[in-house]
């Protein structure tokens, strides 16, 4: 082969390559799939499952009392860290194996800055140490002990461990059986994530959990690692998933949903396209549940999950409404 004929043909190739990544969603021709919920418009605030509906309401109060996007995402998702209910998010939430409660957290800006902290035990607000790290920090992530030591710095409180009376009943009846199995959309709430567009469009995200339920100690889920629970490009658009984290970290959901829509697709079509990467590496996907948001520039957002039961807050227009995502469930 010649070397203008094999340059041709690779570049076919790559050409081809590149599509058969992106599944027939991307077919200009064919009319690109709108949440029916979706409508254009900022400022607005979306966030994962039922908790959305407080975090959303915060996070709006945050922008109207003439906060940035960045203290919206924060203060909405520290509402439900600081719910000692919540068994989710925050140290009302379920223990690892060893009894202990480990919070994940993290935030990024639409500069693309980004701050996240990682196995944190005892502090109340993981996601204002992470928005610390990215603002006060020349780092992207802190971990462990030395996340709890910078807590300290910044003035935060450690707390000791006590787990709530709901999660030590539930952590001493896993303990009868010690089955590692993650249970679908428990209650309705996992991690929240929160998408944020201040009035110009301005984006942030915030991404908060207490990880899976009884998972080992020293395990870390998506959440924190951004471009798995969380990613924002100003340019794009912004995605956050919830759910089992393994499956989010092997595929990277929430930055692949904004890729998607940086090669034209819809926010919609973005998520079922992360969520669809997701079901092809996981034969098991029945067994477990993820969820995922996503939005635009002109304020038009997505929703998927895998099964049935994944829900969602919007805020925007004046309301502040919970919908229920559409899914895959095969
Ligand atoms: N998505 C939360 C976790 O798996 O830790």
Request: glycine share 12%; proline share 3%.
């Amino acid at each position: 082969m010649n070397r203008k004929r094999f340059i041709k043909t690779g570049v076919l190739a790559a050409t081809l390559a590149g599509t058969g990544t992106l599944s027939a969603a991307h077919d200009k021709k064919k009319k690109q799939k709108v949440n029916p919920n979706s409508k254009p418009g900022f400022p607005l605030v979306i966030s994962t499952w039922n908790h959305g509906i407080p975090a959303n309401e915060a996070a709006f109060q945050a922008l109207q009392q003439g906060g940035s996007a960045v203290d919206a995402a924060e203060k909405g998702v520290w509402q439900i860290e600081a719910d000692a209910k919540n068994t989710s998010v925050g140290l009302g939430g379920f223990p690892d194996r060893e009894g202990i409660v480990t919070l994940d957290a993290c935030i990024m800006d639409h500069l693309g800055r980004a701050g996240s902290v990682c196995f944190v035990q005892g502090i109340a607000h993981p996601i204002t140490v992470a928005r610390a790290v990215m603002e006060k920090t020349p780092h992207v992530m802190l971990v462990g002990k030395g996340a709890e030591l910078y807590a300290e710095e910044i003035g935060l409180k450690q707390e000791k461990n006590k787990l709530s009376p709901e999660a030590e009943k539930a952590w001493k009846e896993w303990l009868k059986e010690k089955q590692y199995k993650p249970i679908i959309n428990i209650e309705n709430h996992d991690t929240i994530g929160l998408l944020v567009m201040d009035k110009n469009g301005i984006m942030a995200g915030s991404c908060t959990t207490s990880g899976l339920a009884f998972k080992m100690h020293g395990r870390v889920g998506d959440s924190p690692i951004i471009g798995a629970g969380l990613f924002i490009d100003q340019e794009i658009g912004a995605a956050t998933c919830t759910g089992l984290g393994e499956t989010v970290l092997r595929t990277l959901a929430s930055h692949v949903a904004v890729e998607c829509m940086r090669n034209g697709y819809t926010p919609q079509d973005a998520c079922e396209e992360a969520i669809r990467r997701i079901i092809k590496k996981h034969e098991n996907y029945k067994d477990f549940q993820v969820g995922i948001l996503a939005v635009n520039t002109k304020g038009e957002h997505g929703a998927y999950g895998i099964h049935k039961g994944f829900n969602y807050a919007l805020h925007q227009h004046g309301k502040n409404t919970l919908f229920d995502s559409s899914y895959y469930n095969g």
